[in-house]
């Protein structure tokens, strides 16, 4: 936030839109939610699932936009010559939980999946508003199951 509050500083001279990336994942990478997940799930361990502390019955974890790098690189470009907004959160519109990331890295790699529920509640989701994305630019993202057998290494099923 600081920031981007001090690049707003530079905004009567110069045209400052501070993106906010949610969620990225992608091929090669390590040290981030998707991969450790994947990672857990290839090593049979327990993924632990922080509960809601509001509703009982969400049984999912934490919940949050994601967003292929490959999806991020093309919004990136398209934003480039045109007039954009100070602050553009930059995901995709669906909002997904640990337990369903974690299900979709399972079936790809043809695995069971442990859960596992935390005594500690989540604070918070990470659910980025995406309706001015939407709108400024319309953008189409990579599906998730197939992003993540490319994470994986295994090549996405094509649509045929």
Do not use: W
Request: charged content about 20%; hydrophobic content about 45%.
């Amino acid at each position: 936030m600081q920031a981007e509050e001090s690049l707003q500083l530079l905004a009567p001279g110069l045209e400052v839109t501070s993106l906010r990336l949610f969620g990225l994942y992608g091929p090669g990478q390590s040290g981030r939610l998707v991969p450790n997940l994947a990672e857990a799930v290839r090593a049979g361990r327990a993924v632990v699932i922080e509960p809601n502390p509001h509703e009982a019955q969400d049984d999912g974890g934490l919940r949050l936009s994601l967003c292929h790098v490959r999806d991020a690189a093309s919004i990136l470009a398209s934003l480039a010559g045109i007039e954009a907004p100070r602050y553009l959160n930059v995901a995709s519109s669906e909002a997904r939980s640990v337990r369903t990331i974690a299900c979709a890295i399972g079936e790809a790699l043809g695995s069971a999946v442990a859960f596992e529920t935390s005594p500690r509640p989540r604070a918070f989701d990470l659910i980025a508003d995406t309706a001015l994305l939407q709108g400024l630019l319309e953008p189409r993202f990579e599906r998730f199951e197939d992003g993540v057998k490319e994470l994986l290494g295994a090549a996405p099923e094509t649509a045929g």
